[in-house]
Protein backbone atom coordinates (compact mmCIF):
# COMPACT_ATOMS: atom_id res chain seq x y z
CA UNK A 1 0.00 0.00 0.00
CA UNK A 2 1.16 3.55 -0.92
CA UNK A 3 1.37 5.96 2.00
CA UNK A 4 -1.04 8.42 0.13
CA UNK A 5 -3.60 5.42 -0.30
CA UNK A 6 -2.65 4.91 3.72
CA UNK A 7 -3.12 8.45 4.45
CA UNK A 8 -6.41 8.80 3.11
CA UNK A 9 -8.23 5.89 3.80
CA UNK A 10 -6.88 6.16 7.72
CA UNK A 11 -8.24 9.88 7.35
CA UNK A 12 -11.79 8.44 6.02
CA UNK A 13 -12.00 6.09 9.23
CA UNK A 14 -11.38 8.46 11.55
CA UNK A 15 -14.17 10.68 10.05
CA UNK A 16 -16.38 8.05 9.79
CA UNK A 17 -15.90 7.69 13.79
CA UNK A 18 -17.22 11.25 13.97
CA UNK A 19 -14.16 12.57 14.60
CA UNK A 20 -13.47 16.04 12.78
CA UNK A 21 -10.13 15.58 11.80
CA UNK A 22 -9.14 18.30 10.26
CA UNK A 23 -5.93 19.79 11.09
CA UNK A 24 -4.91 16.21 12.12
CA UNK A 25 -5.27 14.80 8.60
CA UNK A 26 -3.21 18.66 7.23
CA UNK A 27 -0.29 17.07 9.03
CA UNK A 28 -0.72 13.68 7.90
CA UNK A 29 -0.98 15.05 4.49
CA UNK A 30 2.24 17.33 4.63
CA UNK A 31 3.47 14.09 5.71
CA UNK A 32 2.49 12.38 2.38
CA UNK A 33 3.74 15.04 0.45
CA UNK A 34 7.02 15.63 2.68
CA UNK A 35 8.40 11.62 2.19
CA UNK A 36 6.82 11.32 -1.26
CA UNK A 37 3.86 9.00 -2.41
CA UNK A 38 6.18 5.60 -1.42
CA UNK A 39 5.14 2.24 -0.34
CA UNK A 40 3.95 2.64 3.45
CA UNK A 41 6.79 -0.34 4.05
CA UNK A 42 9.50 2.06 2.70
CA UNK A 43 8.71 5.25 4.96
CA UNK A 44 11.87 5.17 7.41
CA UNK A 45 12.26 7.06 11.27
CA UNK A 46 14.66 9.71 9.63
CA UNK A 47 12.10 10.97 7.35
CA UNK A 48 9.72 11.09 10.21
CA UNK A 49 11.88 12.50 12.34
CA UNK A 50 12.85 15.41 8.85
CA UNK A 51 9.09 15.88 9.23
CA UNK A 52 8.29 16.21 12.79
CA UNK A 53 11.69 18.35 13.59
CA UNK A 54 10.12 20.75 10.53
CA UNK A 55 10.46 24.76 10.35
CA UNK A 56 8.73 26.29 13.51
CA UNK A 57 7.67 23.65 15.64
CA UNK A 58 7.26 24.02 19.08
CA UNK A 59 8.53 21.10 21.55
CA UNK A 60 4.80 20.52 22.27
CA UNK A 61 3.59 20.65 18.63
CA UNK A 62 6.55 18.11 17.67
CA UNK A 63 4.85 16.04 20.84
CA UNK A 64 1.62 16.14 19.14
CA UNK A 65 2.53 15.94 15.53
CA UNK A 66 4.42 12.69 17.11
CA UNK A 67 1.51 11.08 18.89
CA UNK A 68 -0.34 11.35 15.59
CA UNK A 69 1.89 9.33 13.48
CA UNK A 70 2.52 6.79 16.12
CA UNK A 71 -1.16 6.40 16.14
CA UNK A 72 -1.15 6.77 12.65
CA UNK A 73 1.55 3.57 11.86
CA UNK A 74 0.39 1.35 15.03
CA UNK A 75 -3.09 1.38 12.47
CA UNK A 76 -1.26 -0.11 10.01
CA UNK A 77 1.19 -2.28 12.38
CA UNK A 78 -2.22 -4.10 13.80
CA UNK A 79 -3.35 -4.56 10.08
CA UNK A 80 -0.33 -6.11 9.31
CA UNK A 81 0.57 -3.13 6.45
CA UNK A 82 3.64 -2.89 8.05
CA UNK A 83 6.23 -5.15 10.20
CA UNK A 84 7.68 -2.51 12.04
CA UNK A 85 7.20 0.87 13.41
CA UNK A 86 9.20 3.38 11.74
CA UNK A 87 9.21 5.79 14.58
CA UNK A 88 12.48 7.96 15.96
CA UNK A 89 12.79 8.31 19.22
CA UNK A 90 10.34 10.33 21.11
CA UNK A 91 12.29 13.55 22.97
CA UNK A 92 11.68 14.12 26.04
CA UNK A 93 10.57 18.10 26.84
CA UNK A 94 12.00 19.72 29.67
CA UNK A 95 9.18 21.91 31.30
CA UNK A 96 10.76 25.34 31.59
CA UNK A 97 9.96 27.16 34.82
CA UNK A 98 7.87 30.47 34.14
CA UNK A 99 9.14 33.30 35.26
CA UNK A 100 6.91 36.07 35.47
CA UNK A 101 7.74 39.76 34.32
CA UNK A 102 6.94 42.55 36.74
CA UNK A 103 6.87 46.15 34.79
CA UNK A 104 8.59 48.91 36.22
CA UNK A 105 6.53 52.17 37.35
CA UNK A 106 8.36 53.57 34.17
CA UNK A 107 6.97 51.03 31.99
CA UNK A 108 3.57 51.17 33.22
CA UNK A 109 3.61 54.87 33.06
CA UNK A 110 4.93 54.78 29.04
CA UNK A 111 2.15 52.11 28.63
CA UNK A 112 -0.92 54.30 29.36
CA UNK A 113 0.28 57.56 27.65
CA UNK A 114 0.71 55.44 24.51
CA UNK A 115 -2.20 54.50 24.86
CA UNK A 116 -3.99 57.54 23.26
CA UNK A 117 -1.89 57.61 20.55
CA UNK A 118 -2.38 53.89 19.54
CA UNK A 119 -6.00 53.68 19.44
CA UNK A 120 -6.17 56.63 16.69
CA UNK A 121 -6.24 54.39 13.59
CA UNK A 122 -9.57 53.76 12.14
CA UNK A 123 -9.51 50.04 12.83
CA UNK A 124 -9.25 50.71 16.45
CA UNK A 125 -12.57 50.03 18.07
CA UNK A 126 -11.86 50.72 21.81
CA UNK A 127 -12.22 54.45 22.86
CA UNK A 128 -8.53 55.39 24.38
CA UNK A 129 -10.16 56.19 27.92
CA UNK A 130 -11.97 52.93 28.63
CA UNK A 131 -8.57 50.90 27.24
CA UNK A 132 -6.78 52.83 29.83
CA UNK A 133 -9.04 51.95 32.47
CA UNK A 134 -8.86 48.35 31.42
CA UNK A 135 -5.62 48.55 31.63
CA UNK A 136 -5.86 50.41 35.13
CA UNK A 137 -7.85 47.84 36.31
CA UNK A 138 -6.35 45.14 35.61
CA UNK A 139 -2.96 46.37 37.01
CA UNK A 140 -4.26 47.18 39.95
CA UNK A 141 -6.62 43.53 40.71
CA UNK A 142 -4.82 41.07 39.07
CA UNK A 143 -7.39 39.87 36.87
CA UNK A 144 -7.43 37.90 33.82
CA UNK A 145 -7.94 40.08 30.87
CA UNK A 146 -11.53 38.04 30.17
CA UNK A 147 -12.51 38.68 34.23
CA UNK A 148 -12.61 42.46 33.58
CA UNK A 149 -13.99 42.14 29.98
CA UNK A 150 -17.07 40.10 31.47
CA UNK A 151 -17.55 42.42 34.72
CA UNK A 152 -21.16 44.12 34.69
CA UNK A 153 -22.44 46.90 36.88
CA UNK A 154 -24.02 44.99 39.65
CA UNK A 155 -20.70 43.45 39.63
CA UNK A 156 -18.96 47.15 41.35
CA UNK A 157 -19.17 48.31 44.85
CA UNK A 158 -18.27 51.47 45.17
CA UNK A 159 -19.61 51.70 48.49
CA UNK A 160 -17.88 48.82 49.72
CA UNK A 161 -15.02 49.38 47.19
CA UNK A 162 -15.43 45.94 45.81
CA UNK A 163 -15.38 43.85 42.88
CA UNK A 164 -17.45 40.47 42.43
CA UNK A 165 -16.12 38.57 39.75
CA UNK A 166 -18.09 35.82 38.95
CA UNK A 167 -17.59 32.35 38.03
CA UNK A 168 -13.78 32.03 36.97
CA UNK A 169 -11.91 29.68 35.23
CA UNK A 170 -12.04 27.39 38.20
CA UNK A 171 -15.69 27.93 38.30
CA UNK A 172 -16.06 29.98 41.51
CA UNK A 173 -16.83 33.52 42.39
CA UNK A 174 -14.87 35.91 44.31
CA UNK A 175 -14.86 39.78 45.78
CA UNK A 176 -11.81 42.06 45.19
CA UNK A 177 -11.65 45.16 47.34
CA UNK A 178 -10.30 47.90 45.27
CA UNK A 179 -8.50 51.10 46.89
CA UNK A 180 -10.14 54.65 46.30
CA UNK A 181 -7.36 55.39 43.49
CA UNK A 182 -8.30 52.64 41.76
CA UNK A 183 -12.00 53.24 42.12
CA UNK A 184 -11.70 57.10 41.70
CA UNK A 185 -10.51 55.15 37.24
Not at 17 to 23: K, L, M, Q
Given at each position: ?131 RTVLIF ?48
Amino acid sequence: MKLTEAINTYVERKRSEGHSYGSSAWYLVNLGKQVGDIALEGVTAREILTFLDGPKTSPGTWIAKYRLVRRFFDYWLARGEIEVLPMPVRRTIRQKSFVPYIYTQAEIRLLLRTVQGCQKAPRCCINPITLRTVLIFIYGTGTLVGEALGLLMEDIDFKKGTITIRRNRFNRSRTIPIGPDLRSV
